[in-house]
Nanobody, 124 residues
């Protein structure tokens, strides 16, 4: 089982940048996808970005393509989400999650089994 702890959320002005971190511990880390998701009040949780920890394949939601970059440092068991050109509509609780034993990219939250507690991002 993997334990995940997110950090880096903050309140920023539109156009600003933030970098979120997701520290993972536990077993089977190296065989997972790590994804970032977000959920705004009254809305469903949506996939933002995902990365395969071995190989580095990535995928992004259309709404963040070109503005957000996901990366992973396997030596530190940590995934990152660099968020640039932030917009008010990016305001949400951001969660990281892992997905084990899969080869096909997915941004569907139901495909991910282990979740962190979230970190709040507010853009005004």
């Amino acid at each position: 089982q993997v334990q995940l702890v997110e950090s880096g959320g903050d309140s920023v002005q539109a156009g600003g940048s933030l970098r979120l971190s997701c520290a993972a511990s536990g077993t089977a880390y190296a065989s997972t996808w790590m994804g970032w998701f977000r959920q705004a009040p009254g809305k469903e949780r949506e996939g933002v970005a995902t990365i395969r920890t071995i190989g580095g394949s990535t995928g992004y939601a259309d709404s963040v393509q070109g503005r957000f970059t996901i990366s992973v440092d396997n030596a530190k068991n940590t995934a990152y989400l660099q968020m640039n050109s932030l917009r008010p509509e990016d305001t949400a609780m951001y969660y990281c999650a892992t997905r084990a034993g899969a080869y096909v990219l997915s941004l569907n939250p139901t495909d991910y089994s282990q979740w962190g507690q979230g970190t709040q991002v507010t853009v005004s």
